[in-house]
C-alpha cells in the first residue's frame, strides 16, 4: 500500500534541526550540483584536524582550510586511506573502484547513488523534463547573471481533510521487498522526531539508511545532513532515525532497506515522502534571506557595502562544521553552521537577493564565490574568512573579500586561471584597498620608497619580514604592493610587485615640473534637476614636463558638480595648485512624455512621485525617466507599485466591487481599467498612502461567505488581518485567500477573527461543550455558527492581542472517571503554580485533571491551596505507618476519609 502518492506534500507544522539517533548519520551529497561540480560531494579532512588557520604545514592536507601554499599543491581534500586514489568520498570495501557513494549491491557500477529500482540510472533525482540529463540543477555560470529561483512544479497540496484522513506512514514496495516509515503523531517544534523505517519480505533480515534529505534552494536540490560522508553512507542495523528541523520548507526526504541475503534494495523514492513544515517561529531560509537584506538595505546602497554587510552577516551567525554535514544554505541560515557549501549557498542566496550578481568557483576541494560589484568581478571566500570566535574583529575576517584571481591563484594551486565570464583583476572594491586599512602595512614602507627615490634608484627591493603565514602574506603583500603603485610619489612614477618576502620596486624617469591639468568630460553630461551626478569616463591627466600620468579619483579635488541648480553648470578638477574644467547642463523635470507603447499612463504614473517613494527604483533608474516608465509598465504595475498620488491601485480594487469581480487579484488591471475608463467614468482612485512601502485600502465590504456558509458571526476581515502581522502581509487586499485561510488553517489554530467571539473563552465558558468537543477548536467555531449565537450562549473574551490570553474557564473539570476530586484539586490553581503544565494544559481543564490524577498526586505536586500532601504526610503518623512514601495515597485518603474526619490538609 502506498499512502503518498506521487508529488502530494504532508503539511507538518514543526520546525527544523537535524541529528539523527541511533547511529551517526551525516551528509549526503548525492549529486553533481552544479555542471562545473562533478564530484558529488565536498569531503573535507577526516582527520579532525582542519584548522581553518593555516598551520604553516606544507603538506597541503588541510581540507576546506588553507594550507601556507608552499608546496603548490595544497590539496583541499587529503585521501582518505581507504583503497581510493582521490580521497574525494570513503570507499566502501566493496570491491569496486573508489566510490562517490557505496554500491547498493545491484550488481551496477559503482553508483553516485543507489539505484532506486526506477529504471534509471541514478535514482537520485528525476529528471523533470525526461529529455535531457543534467536540468535538475540550475546553470550558476550564466555570465552576469544573478542566480535564479529554480521552481518545483506540479505540487499538490493535501487538504485539511485529506491529512485527517491520512496516516501518517509511508509504503513502497519492490519485487516482494517492502518499506514503511512511521513516526509520532504529536510532533513539538525543537524536538527530536523519531522516524522508524520497518521493512518486510525477502530474508526478513534488512539494514536501514537515510538516503538523503534534500531541500531546493533556488539553484538546484541540496542535501541538508550529508550521508554520503564517511561510514554514514553504509547500511545499517538500526532502524530508527531521530530528526529535530531549524526551518520552515519543503523537505524531501528519503529512506533505504537493504536484504542482506540477498542485497535486494528499496527506498521511498525521491518524490514519495514529502514535508512542507511551516512554523511561524522558525521562518523557511527564504524568508529569513529576505528578513536579511531588508535589514541590510537599510543602511547600505552601494555593492560594495550590501556585499560587505551580508559577508559580515555570515561571519557572525555562523561556524565552520567540523562535523561536515551540513552543506545547504539552511546550514548557515538557519542552524548556523555548514561546510564550504553551505557558506556559498547562503552569500549567493543573500547577494541575489540584493541584486549583486554570482558565480560559482571552485578549487583544491573548496567552493567560494565569485561577487560582481560595480560592474567588475571579485573573488569572495566567506568559509575562510570565518577564523572563528578567537578572530573576531580581526582583519583575518576580511582576508578574502575581494581579491583578484592571481592573489586566489597563490593560495589555491588549482586556480591556475580566471573561470571564463568571472575574471577578477580589479582590486577597487577589496576590502583592504577600499576601506584604507591596507595602509596599516603600506605605511612602514613609505619612508624607505621616498629615501630610494631620493637616491635616484630606479628599481630597489623592499624586505618583508612579517611572520604571518603564508597564505595571508600572499595576500596582504600583493595589496601592498597594490597600494604602493597607486599612490602618488610626487611626479614619479612607481610599479611594485611582490614575491618571495620581498616587494620589488620599479620608477620611471623624473617627470619634471607639473604643468597643467587636462580633462576628458564624463559621458553623461545632460542631467535632470535632482538627478545624481554620474562620473563614469571622466578622466584627468597631470601634464609634467617630461610627460604626463592618468590621476586617481583619491588625488584631484572636484568643485561644483552637483544637480541643484538648472541651467548650463561648471564644473572644476584641483590638483597641485593647478585647475581644469568640464561643462555639464542641468535641466528642469518637466516636459517629459508617459506615453509608453502608444499608450498614455499620466493618469497612473508620475516619475518624480515614483521614484521618491522607492529607494530602489531611485538607485536603478535615477535620471532616466523613460526607463522607470519602461519598468513601471512592464513590472511595477503587476506589483502593485504606486507611481501617482492621486491613484492607489489597492484603494481602487477594494472600493469597486465589480472590478474586483472581473479582475480578482490582476493588479495591472485594475491600472489599465482607470486609464482606459474609470477616470472618465468618474471613478475615485485616491487613497491614503504611506512613505515607503505604501499601505493599501482595506476592502469597503468585505465578504465572509466561503463554499455556502456564513461566517460573519465569528469573522472580519479587517479584524483578521489587523490582529495577526503574518496574515496581514501574506492576503492584504485579497479577502478572498484571507478567508480561506480562516476556514481552513485560523480556526483550528484558535485565531481571533472577531472581536465579539473569543473561541478560548466559549470553550472555557461552557462545560457541555468541552466534553462535547475537547480540543477541537474548530468545532466551536462551528457550534457557535450553527447554535451558540441562536442560544444566545456568549462568544466574547479578551483577546490580548495578536496572540491572544485565553480567558480560563469559569467551571473547570474536577470529576475523573466518576471520582470527583474537588477536595484537593483546583484547576487554576493547579496551572498557576507550574509553568509547564500552564504550558502544556492551558484552555484544557480536562487535560489538566487527567495530569494531576495519572501524575501529578504521585510526583506530589500541589493542585488546592487547602491541601499540601507533605503537610497532610508528616501531621498524621498512623497515615505514614500505612501508605509510606505512596504520595498518591495520601491524597485519596484526604477525599475519601480525612476531610470527612477533620483533619488538616495543609
Known amino acids: 500500500m502506498m499512502l503518498f502518492k506521487k508529488q502530494r506534500i504532508l503539511s507538518i507544522a514543526i520546525s527544523m534541526s537535524l541529528s539523527f539517533g541511533t547511529f551517526a548519520l551525516t551528509p549526503i551529497n548525492v549529486f553533481a550540483e552544479s555542471p562545473n561540480f562533478t564530484t558529488g560531494a565536498i569531503t573535507e579532512s577526516t582527520d579532525g584536524s582542519s584548522n581553518q588557520i593555516p598551520d604553516g604545514s606544507t603538506d597541503g592536507s588541510s581540507g576546506e582550510t588553507p594550507d601556507n601554499g608552499t608546496d603548490g599543491s595544497s590539496d583541499e581534500t587529503p585521501d582518505d586511506s581507504v583503497g581510493g586514489s582521490s580521497g574525494e568520498t570513503p570507499d566502501d570495501g566493496a570491491g569496486d573502484s573508489p566510490d562517490e557513494t557505496p554500491d547498493d549491491g545491484t550488481g551496477s557500477s559503482p553508483d553516485e547513488v543507489p539505484d532506486d529500482g526506477t529504471g534509471d540510472s541514478s535514482g537520485e533525482v528525476p529528471d523533470e523534463d525526461a529529455g535531457d540529463s543534467s536540468d535538475e540543477i540550475l546553470d550558476e555560470d550564466a555570465v552576469g547573471e ?109 529512506f533505504s532497506v537493504r536484504d542482506k541475503v540477498t542485497s535486494q534494495f528499496v527506498n521511498t523514492g525521491f518524490d514519495e515522502y514529502i514535508l512542507n513544515i511551516q512554523d511561524p517561529q522558525y521562518p523557511s531560509v527564504e524568508q529569513i534571506v529576505e528578513n536579511v537584506v531588508a535589514e541590510c538595505m537599510q543602511s547600505c546602497t552601494t555593492d560594495f557595502e550590501k556585499a560587505l554587510w551580508l559577508h559580515d552577516w555570515i561571519l557572525d551567525h555562523a561556524d565552520y562544521d567540523y562535523t561536515y554535514s551540513y552543506c545547504s544554505a539552511e546550514g548557515v541560515l538557519a542552524r548556523g553552521k555548514g561546510t564550504c557549501e553551505a557558506y556559498h549557498r547562503a552569500y549567493v542566496m543573500l547577494l541575489n537577493k540584493a541584486g549583486i550578481a554570482t558565480g560559482r568557483i571552485e578549487g583544491n576541494g573548496h567552493v567560494w564565490t565569485a561577487v560582481r560589484m560595480d560592474g567588475k568581478w571579485y573573488q569572495v571566500d566567506s568559509t575562510w574568512d570565518d577564523m572563528g570566535e578567537q578572530y573576531k574583529g580581526s582583519y583575518y575576517e576580511h582576508m578574502y573579500f575581494g581579491i583578484t584571481d592571481y592573489i586566489t591563484g597563490l593560495v589555491h594551486s588549482d586556480h591556475t586561471a580566471a573561470k571564463p565570464g568571472y575574471e577578477s583583476t580589479s582590486l577597487e572594491n577589496n576590502y583592504f584597498i577600499k576601506t584604507g586599512e591596507i595602509t596599516r602595512w603600506s605605511d612602514p614602507f613609505v619612508a624607505l620608497v621616498n629615501q630610494n627615490i631620493a637616491s635616484g634608484s630606479t628599481e630597489f627591493s623592499l624586505p618583508v619580514t612579517d611572520s604571518m603565514p603564508n597564505n595571508f602574506k600572499n595576500v596582504i603583500y600583493n595589496l601592498v604592493a597594490y597600494q604602493l603603485s597607486n599612490q602618488s610619489w610626487g611626479n614619479v612614477e612607481l610599479s611594485a610587485s611582490y614575491k618571495d618576502n620581498t616587494i620589488t620596486c620599479k620608477t620611471g624617469a623624473s617627470l619634471g615640473e607639473l604643468s597643467s591639468l587636462t580633462v576628458t568630460p564624463p559621458v553623461k553630461v545632460l542631467y535632470k534637476k535632482g538627478e545624481a551626478v554620474d562620473k563614469t569616463g571622466l578622466t584627468v591627466t597631470a601634464n609634467y614636463v617630461n610627460g604626463s600620468k592618468i590621476l586617481r579619483e583619491d588625488e584631484y579635488r572636484i568643485e561644483g558638480f552637483d544637480t541643484n541648480t538648472v541651467g548650463t553648470r561648471t564644473a572644476t578638477i584641483i590638483f597641485g595648485g593647478k585647475s581644469a574644467a568640464f561643462q555639464y547642463t542641468v535641466q528642469e523635470q518637466q516636459g517629459l512624455s508617459n506615453v509608453y507603447n502608444g499608450i498614455d499612463y499620466s493618469a497612473v504614473f508620475d516619475y518624480t512621485y515614483y521614484l521618491s517613494k522607492y529607494t530602489d527604483l531611485k538607485q536603478a533608474f535615477g535620471g532616466d525617466h523613460s526607463k522607470a516608465l519602461a519598468h513601471f509598465v512592464n513590472t511595477g504595475m503587476s506589483e502593485g507599485r504606486h507611481a501617482k498620488e492621486s491613484f492607489n491601485v489597492y484603494t ?49 465590504g468585505s465578504s465572509a461567505i466561503y463554499e455556502g456558509v456564513d461566517y460573519s458571526s465569528v469573522y472580519d476581515y479587517n479584524y483578521y488581518l489587523a490582529s495577526y502581522a503574518d496574515l496581514k502581509s501574506a492576503f492584504s487586499n485579497n479577502e478572498k485567500a484571507a478567508l480561506q ?40 467555531y462551528m457550534h ?110 484526604y477525599m475519601n476519609s480525612g476531610l470527612q474526619e477533620g483533619r488538616v490538609g495543609n
Open 146 to 254: 544573478i542566480e535564479e529561483d529554480v521552481l518545483v512544479e506540479d505540487i499538490d497540496l493535501i487538504s485539511d481533510k485529506d491529512v485527517n484522513e491520512i496516516l501518517k506512514s509511508t509504503e513502497k514496495q519492490t519485487a516482494g521487498l517492502s518499506i514503511s516509515i512511521e513516526y509520532p503523531e504529536q510532533i513539538q517544534c525543537k524536538t527530536p522526531v523519531m522516524f522508524t523505517v520497518n521493512a518486510d519480505g525477502g530474508s526478513g533480515e534488512y539494514q536501514y539508511r537515510i538516503h538523503s534529505i534534500m531541500v531546493h534552494d533556488g539553484s538546484g536540490y541540496v542535501s541538508v545532513y550529508d550521508v554520503s560522508y564517511g561510514s554514514n553512507s553504509a547500511f545499517q542495523d538500526s532502524n530508527s532515525f531521530s530528526f529535530t528541523f531549524h526551518a520552515s520548507g519543503t523537505y524531501y526526504v528519503r
Open 652 to 700: 481602487y480594487m477594494n472600493r469597486y466591487a465589480d472590478l474586483k469581480n472581473a479582475y480578482g487579484d490582476d493588479l495591472k488591471s485594475y491600472y489599465m481599467h482607470y486609464i482606459n475608463a474609470g477616470i472618465n467614468e468618474g471613478r475615485d482612485g485616491s487613497g491614503e498612502i504611506s512613505e515607503g512601502n505604501p499601505t493599501p485600502a482595506p476592502p469597503t
Open 784 to 893: 457557535y455558527i450553527n447554535a451558540g449565537i441562536n442560544e444566545g450562549r456568549d462568544g466574547r473574551g479578551e483577546t490580548g492581542g495578536i496572540t491572544p490570553t485565553p480567558t480560563p474557564p469559569t467551571s473547570s473539570a474536577t470529576i475523573y472517571e466518576g471520582v470527583d476530586y474537588a477536595s484537593v484539586y483546583d484547576y487554576n490553581y493547579y496551572l498557576a503554580n507550574y509553568a509547564d503544565l500552564k504550558s502544556a494544559f492551558s484552555n484544557n481543564d480536562n487535560a489538566a485533571l487527567q495530569h494531576f490524577v495519572n501524575a501529578g498526586m504521585s510526583e506530589g505536586r500541589q493542585g488546592k491551596e487547602s491541601f499540601n500532601v507533605y503537610a497532610y504526610m508528616n501531621r498524621y503518623a498512623d497515615l505514614r505507618n500505612a501508605f509510606g512514601n505512596n504520595l498518591k495515597n495520601y491524597y485519596l485518603h
Open 741 to 780: 485561510h480562516f476556514v481552513n488553517t485560523g480556526m483550528s489554530e484558535g485565531r481571533h477573527a472577531k472581536e465579539s467571539f473569543n473561541v478560548y473563552a466559549y470553550m472555557n465558558r461552557y462545560a457541555d461543550l468541552r466534553t462535547a468537543f475537547g480540543n477541537d477548536l474548530k468545532k466551536y
